[in-house]
């Protein structure tokens, strides 16, 4: 019923807004990281998705991105310094977490009266590193790991899947093949490098192409600054509806673990209002989906929506 909704709405021309970031949101708030926020802060990421469906999403996005236990072995040395970091036994909870997770966004959705009318999108990450294309793993592991995912999120009770930040061509193809088995639209977003290509160094206009020869439902640009994500638009701009959500800031993780903390500093230097010109701008040049990625907050969306009513 929800997803209806948003295929008709690009089916007839229409716009979609997606929400925005939420790992580097809960950083902002105060949240420190440890599994996800999901047990020690459920309330701050439900009300994070409470703020992005009082700002105007169409779709809001489960806070499942590296979500799993794959994703957890890779952060960690082993399992002493999982404990040490204060976020034990992750390896063994990233199922039930990922439940508890699409549980805060339905909960989200009945909180602000939204339920059957606002999809979950639920999200999948790549199995390392987004910025890290050298690290994915053969095409074989890659196609359990994601079929797994998927599925997972399916049975928790998300509408759609969203792949999100696919950095190479055969993760991608793989991460598309397992989603679609679970029967779900299924859309992928592609994070592109300012050579413009797929960060791999990969054609940007064949990944797009080989994700819609593989049915895929919508095809986006995100994990890249706002002029990045532009530069590279018409790539992605033929077949099936394309999307964009640039991120806001600079990446900046602590020095002991570069690949576990989503941290984004000089967020303030680019302005909701600023984010929602250049939204506008896409959309006028045959975007169908925008939102926000990492360093992106409710305000940014906020702006989108005041811009496109």
């Not at 059957?116 to 990450?125: D, E, R």
């Not at 793993?137 to 009770?157: F, I, N, T, V």
């Not at 299924?186 to 049915?215: F, H, M, Q, Y």
Request: with cysteine; proline share 5%.
């Amino acid at each position: 019923m929800s997803y209806s909704r948003i295929h008709e709405m690009l089916s007839n021309g229409g716009h979609v807004l997606l929400d925005g970031a939420i790992g580097t949101e809960l950083i902002r708030r105060g949240v420190r990281w440890r599994q996800h926020g999901i047990e020690d802060a459920p309330d701050v990421i439900r009300q994070i998705h409470v703020d992005y469906l009082n700002a105007g999403a169409d779709v809001i996005t489960s806070h499942t991105f590296n979500l799993t236990k794959r994703n957890f072995i890779n952060f960690f040395r082993d399992a002493e310094h999982m404990a040490e970091i204060g976020a034990p036994d992750l390896d063994r909870k990233a199922t039930d977490l990922c439940r508890s997770a699409m549980t805060l966004a339905k909960e989200a959705l009945q909180e602000t009266n939204k339920a059957g009318t606002v999809p979950i999108a639920g999200s999948i990450s790549t199995m390392n590193h987004p910025f890290r294309p050298d690290l994915s793993p053969d095409a074989e592991e890659c196609s359990d790991h994601h079929r797994e995912c998927s599925e997972l999120l399916a049975d928790a009770g998300a509408d759609f899947i969203f792949l999100e930040g696919m950095n190479n061509i055969t993760e991608m193809t793989e991460a598309v093949r397992g989603a679609k088995v679970t029967g779900l639209p299924v859309w992928v977003s592609l994070i592109p490098d300012t050579a413009g290509n797929l960060l791999s160094g990969e054609s940007l206009n064949e990944a797009a192409a080989i994700a819609r020869k593989e049915s895929t439902d919508a095809v986006l640009l995100s994990g890249a600054p706002l002029s990045t994500i532009s530069d590279n638009l018409s790539a992605i701009l033929n077949g099936t509806p394309s999307g964009a959500q640039a991120t806001v800031g600079r990446y900046s993780p602590p020095s002991w673990k570069p690949d576990f903390y989503p941290r984004f500093d000089d967020t303030h230097l680019t302005t909701p209002e600023q984010y929602a010109e250049v939204a506008e701008k896409w959309f006028a040049n045959g975007v169908r989906i925008v939102g926000g990625s990492s360093g992106t907050a409710s305000e940014h969306i906020a702006a989108i929506r005041g811009r496109i009513g």
